[in-house]
């Protein structure tokens, strides 16, 4: 059973006539969002290479904008938004709780690599 797409993007915010336009407007808004990323990285500003939360502040930006991109992608180009909403949680949810722990592993592992680089040998008790 065939059905009409919404033809909005940002809740609604921004609203266009054809699907075509849509794809557009959501290419620019991807666009946007890796140009701050791209521009982030070339720049580095000494603002944001505070520590925060085990990490530089720079760098937490970077996976919440690739986050932000992931999530937008699926929910317009995957036709998320269009699904039933226990879909949508199964789906985002699953991927969300994957990713915080991808996250989780890889600031463990990254931490004790720094720590085998900058002291030799680290036993870890666990």
């Known amino acids: 059973m065939a059905h009409e797409h919404k033809l909005e993007i940002l809740r609604g915010l921004i609203k266009f ?19 701050v990323e791209v521009v982030l990285g070339i720049i580095k500003p000494e603002s944001l290479m505070a520590p925060f939360l085990g990490m530089k502040l720079l760098n937490w ?18 036709h998320m938004r269009d699904e039933t909403k226990a879909l949508r949680r199964m789906v985002v ?11 989780f592993i890889l600031l463990q592992e990254g931490g004790y690599v ?3 680089y900058k002291d030799g040998f680290v036993k870890r008790d666990f």
Do not use: R
């Open 61 to 78: 930006i970077f996976i919440i904008l690739t986050i932000v991109k992931a999530y937008y992608i699926t929910w317009d180009f995957m």
């Open 93 to 103: 949810w699953t991927a969300v709780f994957l990713i915080c722990y991808l996250i």
């Open 114 to 116: 720094f720590d085998v």
């Open 17 to 35: 006539k054809s699907n075509t336009q849509k794809i557009w407007g959501v290419l620019l808004l991807l666009t946007i969002v890796t140009t």
